[in-house]
T-cell receptor, first 111, second 112 residues
């Protein structure tokens, strides 16, 4: 069966520091991969998605970037965090259909 | 008008009651409909997946889609305290999960 791993679960970072969140998927090949942010009262916001290695689509221009160095690895990064980057970040995967499967999430607090 | 509307709640019901959760939408092209359950500080979990109109049942859960009214529902029978969570609806016109539109979720509380 397929599993998705996302870490860390909680992260507290100072403003201006870099960020790297990692996500890996097991049990499937060539998944579509996604990064979402969930803010209280604002719902799920799609940040990036990838249909293959090195292929990244950005939905919202911002202080973040994403990379996919391997087929089942997706990384969310920032060079300098802002206060507004605080939120709950979710990695997700799908096969080539509509069903989306989420990781356990990372609660990021930028102070 | 927002594409997907969902009452944020909280919706509080006694244990054993039948729960009805709903979403309305405006895009008539939507044909794939999903319900997710999300516990606090956890990722959403896919509960139900339906295509086009009709009903789908899985254990205590029933998903219902009425495309003519642009209205979808999730029913939970014999509700349990462990059902307390936020329930998000999601829908798509097709073409992949990057086209999913989510509701903001309804916070459900089942009172023991």
């Amino acid at each position: 069966s397929q599993t998705i791993h996302q870490w860390p679960a909680t992260l507290v970072q100072p403003v201006g520091s870099p960020l790297s969140l990692e996500c890996t998927v097991e049990g499937t090949s060539n998944p579509n991969l996604y990064w979402y942010r969930q803010a209280a009262g604002r719902g799920l916001q799609l940040l990036f998605y990838s249909v293959g290695i090195g292929q990244i689509s950005s939905e919202v221009p911002q202080n973040l970037s994403a990379s996919r160095p391997q087929d089942r690895q997706f990384i969310l990064s920032s060079k300098k965090l802002l206060l507004s980057d605080s939120g709950f970040y979710l990695c997700a995967w799908s096969a080539q259909d509509e069903k989306l499967f989420f990781g356990s999430g990372t609660q990021l607090s930028v102070l | 008008q927002k594409e997907v509307e969902q009452d944020p709640g909280p919706l509080s019901v006694p244990e054993g009651a039948i729960v009805s959760l709903n979403c309305t939408y405006s895009n008539s092209a939507f044909q794939y409909f999903m319900w997710y359950r999300q516990y606090s500080r956890k990722g959403p979990e896919l509960l139900m997946y339906t295509y086009s109109s009709g009903n789908k049942e899985d254990g205590r859960f029933t998903a219902q889609v009425d495309k003519s009214s642009k209205y979808i529902s999730l029913f939970i029978r014999d509700s349990q305290p462990s059902d307390s969570a936020t329930y998000l609806c999601a829908m798509s016109a097709g073409g992949g999960a990057d086209g999913l539109t989510f509701g903001k979720g309804t916070h459900l509380i089942i009172q023991p």
